[in-house]
T-cell receptor
Framework: EAGVTQFPSHSVIEKGQTVTLRCDPISGHDNLYWYRRVMGKEIKFLLHFVKESKQDESGMPNNRFLAERTGGTYSTLKVQPAELEDSGVYFC??????????FGSGTQLSVL | EDQVTQSPEALRLQEGESSSLNCSYTVSGLRGLFWYRQDPGKGPEFLFTLYSAGEEKEKERLKATLTKKESFLHITAPKPEDSATYLCAVVTHNNDMRFGAGTRLTVKP
């Protein structure tokens, strides 16, 4: 069974540019989460989808971040325009029950 | 405010030297405590879930325990392949999962 896959694994962009991260959850998992780890800090929750609906987006830092999950399958997280403080590792996780989460390998985002 | 604190930040052990990692938490309405293992360049990998004080779970050389204020991850006779960052996370009453900063474990042969 395929796990959670994230694309790209690394992204280096300049301040002010746009970046879109993609997450393909495990097939059949209705719950999809985005998390972020900024250097030296703990992993922090960004938002939670149940199917195509945003269940909780309380962790989204500001309106430069836009997450979508069209059709309840894969999800994208767009950062526009990117700022230096957006650098970090962005993890996606999926779950069937909302309890045990399966994480992807993350996207390392570097904003220069 | 909900908080999860892990200690120590880093731990170096000799192969075979048992030890424990700590995760202390203050959350409103704990709905579960999770332990994850994370290897460099990978996402967190699920190890255990604990739901109530007094509960224990075991897997190979790892044993997780839970009290009302903290959880311990005991590592018995560790091997170099146990080297990783161990993350603790709690699920709060509103189903948010909050992570600690992790303990970076190095086991030397």
């Amino acid at each position: 069974e395929a796990g959670v896959t994230q694309f790209p694994s690394h992204s280096v962009i300049e301040k002010g540019q746009t970046v879109t991260l993609r997450c393909d959850p495990i097939s059949g998992h209705d719950n999809l989460y985005w998390y972020r780890r900024v250097m030296g800090k703990e992993i922090k929750f960004l938002l939670h989808f149940v199917k195509e609906s945003k269940q909780d987006e309380s962790g989204m830092p500001n309106n430069r971040f836009l997450a979508e999950r069209t059709g309840g399958t894969y999800s994208t997280l767009k950062v526009q325009p990117a700022e230096l403080e957006d650098s970090g590792v962005y993890f996606c996780a999926s779950s069937q029950s909302g309890r045990k989460l399966f994480f992807g390998s993350g996207t390392q985002l570097s904003v220069l | 405010e909900d908080q999860v604190t892990q200690s120590p930040e880093a731990l170096r052990l000799q192969e075979g030297e048992s030890s424990s990692l700590n995760c202390s938490y203050t959350v409103s309405g704990l709905r579960g405590l999770f332990w994850y293992r994370q290897d460099p360049g990978k996402g967190p990998e699920f190890l255990f879930t604990l739901y109530s004080a007094g509960e224990e779970k075991e897997k190979e050389r790892l044993k997780a325990t839970l009290t009302k204020k903290e959880s311990f991850l005991h590592i018995t006779a560790p091997k170099p392949e146990d080297s990783a960052t161990y993350l603790c996370a709690v699920v709060t009453h509103n189903n948010d999962m909050r992570f600690g900063a992790g303990t970076r474990l190095t086991v030397k042969p």
